[in-house]
């Protein structure tokens, strides 16, 4: 919802559609608020317009210029990573999580006696037919094709570069 002041501001700049226009236009021809406002409005963008905008010399803007080209340009980051801090992280990862199947396989006890290996179905009773069918495969096959195009793909363009 626009302000009084907003649709008058629009309506001077010429910002507003045909319909707010007339709208904007019969409420300053009714209404005396509106009517004044407009009036105040109208005087302060009339005294907006006679303002001349101050630009800086041609020296001045010269003289940043030539400030700007004698600046050191930033120059990337061209550290080497130290190799042996990336594998002292890992051999250390790779400790811990051996040590914790160390600790679980020392705890456990390996007794399958009563282990029943039941998965609810029996693979025989599974109709393979209706899941492999030649458009099962064809799709299957395209996006094979697919993949290794990206492949040879991105392999040719490192080989180029």
């Known amino acids: 919802m626009m302000t009084m002041e907003e649709e008058i501001w629009d309506y001077i700049d010429g910002n507003s559609s045909p319909e707010q226009a007339l709208s904007v236009q ?11 406002l407009y009036e105040e409005l109208l005087a302060i963008n009339a005294q ?7 630009e800086p010399s041609m020296s001045f803007t010269r003289n940043v210029m030539e400030q ?7 120059v ?3 550290t080497k990573v130290d190799t042996r801090i990336i594998y002292s992280i890992a051999a250390f990862f790779i400790c811990f ?9 020392s705890n456990s006890t390996f007794d399958f006696t009563n282990v029943k ?20 495969i064809k799709i299957f096959l395209f996006v094979d ?5 990206a492949f040879i793909d991105s392999y040719l363009r490192r080989r180029r570069a």
């Open 26 to 36: 019969a409420k300053i021809a009714g209404d005396p608020a509106y009517g004044s």
């Open 48 to 54: 907006m317009n006679e303002l001349e905008l101050e």
């Open 68 to 74: 700007v080209k004698l600046e050191i340009a930033p």
């Open 76 to 78: 990337s980051m061209k």
């Open 97 to 105: 999580i051996l040590a914790i199947l160390g600790y679980i396989l």
């Open 117 to 136: 290996f039941d998965m609810g179905f029996q693979m025989e009773h599974i109709d393979f037919g209706k899941y492999v069918t030649p458009t099962s």
């Open 145 to 149: 094709l697919l993949l290794a195009l």
